[in-house]
């Protein structure tokens, strides 16, 4: 089986040589960025796949990898990937919002969603924001099973002091290989 992991947002996402940080939190002078968190989290994803045996296919790299919003699922399928999953942060203006939820493009990839949503949230113990149905996401055009994932909000400290812990980073990719793999390979 070969993934694709997609760190949400970056260089060139939505304007071609504009680096796109997605949302961010500043605390305490401390600029946390969407995009610097979900690529932490791609390429501790993209190790524990490879150490199962999986081959993965990541969108970007860095942050200096161009990666058009618009193109990333195809260039998924092009280069052979059964699978896609997009990593992303919530964002909003209230800092007690809170919770992490699962996007997911039709009723094939509905079970994925509840699947990483329920072991994601045995790890986290974030509010439960429930699986939503998006048909309208540029990532979630994959042809085969796709799933973005909202990790939890950046400006909520709870959330983002949980996200940040590198023990919750591993626990929490660990698991969402362990469905990925239980669901789509062996």
Do not use: W
């Amino acid at each position: 089986m070969k993934i694709a992991i997609d760190p949400g947002h970056g260089m060139s996402n939505r304007q071609s040589g504009i680096y796109d940080p997605g949302a961010t939190h500043i605390e305490n002078g401390f600029r946390h960025e969407e995009a610097t968190i979900a690529l932490k989290y791609g390429l501790i994803l993209k190790d524990v796949f490879r150490a199962k045996g999986h081959e993965v296919f990541m969108t970007r790299d860095d942050a200096e990898d161009h990666a058009p919003v618009g193109m990333r699922a195809k260039n998924a399928k092009n280069a052979g990937c059964d699978v896609f999953i997009s990593i992303h942060l919530n964002d909003f203006d209230d800092d007690a919002a809170n919770g992490q939820e699962v996007l997911y493009r039709d009723s094939d990839d509905k079970l994925f969603a509840q699947n990483l949503q329920n072991a994601l949230l045995a790890i986290t113990g974030f509010k439960d924001r429930s699986i939503k149905k998006r048909e309208d996401l540029a990532v979630l055009k994959f042809q085969g099973p796709s799933a973005l994932i909202e990790l939890g909000f950046i400006a909520n400290d709870s959330n983002r002091e949980t996200l940040l812990n590198p023990q919750k980073r591993n626990a929490i990719c660990g698991a969402i290989a362990e469905v990925t793999v239980a669901q789509f390979g062996s």
